[in-house]
């Protein structure tokens, strides 16, 4: 069995999706927030629902219900932590939250993990946002990342921290993905893609931020889902047994140009309303890939034009426009 945290997230739905094809019992959590949409969350648990799947309703910060876990389903033998207080700029309004979801919940996911008895393996998402506003592109594993431009991003940075520490002292082997700009069909409301998209149908104006001067490592869903299933199935054997991965679609796009490609698959030009960078936010993200191609045989394929495609074909039909 694994366990899929964040299993009604845009992620965590399609990897859960994805070990449920391949045949793996899989036991979801997600406390369900109205962070945004909650519908959205729930329609998203129904495309997994079957025998093979379970759901528990948990805050992963709440330590008793989580630890209770290990005695209720003692099989689990892997861990894809995707649950997370997610998004740069709330970080600014609500502070609390990405200690308590992103650090609090990394520490009980971990504990949790040390009282599993058949358990292999811990996969987390981490965030290309570790690496700061750094200039030195693409972002690669060597790049400092002790910088960072948000708390949302030392949260992440922080986990992995916590991902070492364990792993030197309990020996949990344990892999952290610092994921980059991830689209498609089911994403989040509150990214730039379904924002985007609303605003182009509704002929409302789009905020696009430092003026357009804007470069994205977008990376289509499927492509980032394989990486994550390519990764649990990788245990690492080193001492101690952490690795950390970039998983990017390895090409960094102007934003400009992604909306062009959204104005062509929508049929509608879009109104752009220029304005200055974001408190937290970064110019460019880019993803050097080499290790994760080497270790894990990681090879994003979808580009833009057949992603965008695909994620307002299901735009369309969800939202019904």
């Avoid at 945290?5 to 045949?23: C, N």
């Avoid at 140009?257 to 880019?286: C, H, R, W």
Wanted: with cysteine.
């Amino acid at each position: 069995m694994i366990l899929v945290t964040g299993a009604a997230g845009f992620i965590g739905m399609s990897v859960a999706r994805a070990l449920l094809d391949r045949d793996e019992d899989v036991l979801g959590v997600d406390n369900l927030n109205d962070y945004y949409d909650v519908g959205l969350k729930q329609a998203r648990l129904q495309q997994l629902a079957g025998e093979r799947f379970t759901f528990r309703k948990l805050d992963i910060s709440d330590r008793e219900p989580m630890l209770a876990l290990a005695k209720d389903f003692p099989r689990i033998s892997g861990i894809v932590h995707l649950a997370a207080q997610a998004g740069v700029r709330y970080s600014l309004e609500n502070p609390y939250a990405y200690v308590q979801a992103n650090v609090m919940g990394q520490v009980v996911m971990m504990e949790l993990a040390r009282t599993l008895p058949a358990l292999k393996h811990f996969v987390y998402a981490s965030s290309s946002s570790v690496y700061g506003a750094g200039d030195t592109l693409p972002f690669s594993l060597d790049n400092n990342a002790d910088r960072p431009s948000s708390l949302y991003a030392a949260t992440k940075r922080m986990d992995e921290l916590i991902g070492h520490a364990y792993a030197h002292l309990y020996g949990i082997a344990a892999t952290g993905l610092r994921l980059f700009t991830v689209y498609g069909p089911w994403g989040r409301p509150d990214m730039a893609p379904t924002l985007f998209a609303k605003a182009i149908c509704a002929g409302q104006p789009i905020r696009v931020f430092n003026h357009g001067q804007m470069w994205r490592d977008f990376t289509y869903i499927d492509d980032i889902t394989g990486g994550i299933i390519r990764a649990l199935d990788k245990v690492p054997n080193d001492a101690p047994p952490h690795r950390l991965y970039n998983l990017g679609n390895s090409k960094s796009e102007k934003l400009t140009d992604f909306i062009s490609m959204l104005e062509n698959a929508l049929g509608k030009k879009a109104v752009m309303k220029m304005e200055p960078m974001q408190p937290g936010d970064v110019p460019a993200t880019y993803a050097d890939i080499e290790t994760a191609r080497r270790d894990l045989g990681f090879a994003p394929a979808t580009t833009l034009a057949a992603g965008i495609p695909k994620f307002t074909s299901w735009f369309r039909g969800y939202y019904k426009v």
